[in-house]
């Protein structure tokens, strides 16, 4: 299974910008679809965004669509979440996972998580 280690959150403003990390133990990074979450206190767990193995296709949730980009550099076994414009709804524990087809939303369909980096959007 790989290991995932998620960094680069923290408080920001709104308005203000993030970008997010999430470090591959394997260099079989490259294999694997992959996907960011995020989970805000007293909800459930929502897809942000997904990118394919070789970081050709990408495709998001609406709320973030024209504001988050995706990204990977399989050199680097690693994968990059760039959040502009952000909102204060945007307050949540972040999580990177891997999968094993490109295109899904459902977290059933990701089966190795990061621990999460907490991202916390002040108004």
């Known amino acids: 299974q790989v290991q995932l280690v998620e960094s680069g959150g923290g408080l920001v403003q709104a308005g203000g910008s993030l970008r997010l990390s999430c470090a591959a133990s394997?260099?079989?990074?490259?294999?694997?679809?992959m996907g960011w979450f995020r989970q805000a206190p007293g909800k459930e767990r929502m897809f942000v965004a997904g990118?394919?193995?070789?970081?050709?296709?990408?495709y998001y949730a609406d709320p973030v669509k024209g504001r988050f980009t995706i990204s990977r550099d399989n050199a680097k076994n690693t994968m990059y979440l760039q959040m502009n414009s952000l909102k204060p709804e945007a307050t949540a524990v972040y999580y990177c996972?891997?999968?094993?087809?490109?295109?899904?939303?459902?977290?059933?369909?990701?089966?190795?998580w990061g621990q999460g980096t907490q991202v916390t959007v002040s108004s």
């Open positions: 996972a891997t999968a094993h087809r490109y295109g899904s939303i459902k977290g059933t369909d990701f089966h190795s």
């Open positions: 394997e260099r079989t990074f490259s294999i694997y679809a």
């Open positions: 990118i394919d193995r070789s970081g050709g296709s990408t």
